[in-house]
C-alpha cells in the first residue's frame, strides 16, 4: 500500500466515526461546553478540525482552500478570514447544524482525497508553501500526517463529548 493509499483508508475511517458522532445532535448540543467556557465544544471541534484539513490539503495541492473557494464562510455567517482560537471565540462559535458541519467536512473531503490521489511517490518530501504566520518548513508528508493526527484527536473527543452531553448513546461509533 502506498502512502496515499494508507491516508485514505485512514480518513474514511474517521469520517464513518465523525457522521456517527455528530448524528442527531442539536445545535444547543453542538455548542455545549461540558466543562464551561474553557472547554471545546462538539461544534468547534468538528469545524476546526475541517479547517486544519481544508489548509493543510489546500497547500499540498497549491489550491484556494474550500472555504474561500466555495464560501462556505458565508453560510456559517462568518467573515472570509476565520476566527482565531480563543476561548472566547470557541465558545461563541455557532455551527449552525450538524448537518452543515458534516456538508463543510464532505466538501473538504473531496478536496483532500482528490490533491492525494494526484501525489506520486516523490511528492511526499515537496516542501509546503510557507503560512502567515511562517512555521517550520513542512513537508507533503508532514500535512498528511498533521490531518490525520488532527482528525483522530478531535473525532475521539467529539465522540466522547457527544457521551458525556447524551450518555453511552454513542457507544460504537
Not at 471541534?45 to 495541492?61: C, E, K, M, P
Not at 511528492?123 to 503560512?131: A, D, G, K, M, V
Request: net charge negative.
Amino acid at each position: 500500500m502506498d502512502n496515499g493509499a494508507l491516508f485514505l483508508n485512514a480518513l474514511g475511517r474517521a469520517d464513518g466515526t465523525l457522521k456517527r458522532a455528530l448524528e442527531g445532535l442539536t445545535r444547543e448540543e453542538l455548542m455545549q461546553q461540558p466543562a464551561g467556557p474553557e472547554s471545546n465544544p462538539i461544534g468547534w471541534l468538528a469545524w476546526h478540525l475541517t479547517r486544519v484539513q481544508d489548509g493543510y490539503g489546500s497547500r499540498i495541492a497549491g489550491a484556494e482552500q474550500v472555504w474561500r473557494s466555495q464560501k462556505w464562510y458565508e453560510k456559517f455567517g462568518l467573515e472570509e478570514t476565520p476566527p482565531s482560537y480563543k476561548p472566547e471565540t470557541v465558545g461563541s462559535f455557532d455551527p449552525i447544524s450538524a448537518e452543515l458541519l458534516l456538508a463543510y467536512y464532505e466538501a473538504v473531503k473531496v478536496a483532500t482525497v482528490s490533491h492525494i490521489a494526484s501525489l506520486s511517490p516523490q511528492s511526499w518530501e515537496r516542501h509546503l508553501p510557507q503560512t502567515d504566520p511562517p512555521r517550520p518548513p513542512q513537508t507533503v508528508a508532514d500535512g498528511v500526517a498533521i490531518i490525520t493526527s488532527d482528525n483522530v484527536q478531535h473525532i475521539g473527543q467529539i465522540a466522547y463529548v457527544r457521551g458525556l452531553i447524551k450518555g453511552q448513546g454513542w457507544y460504537g461509533v
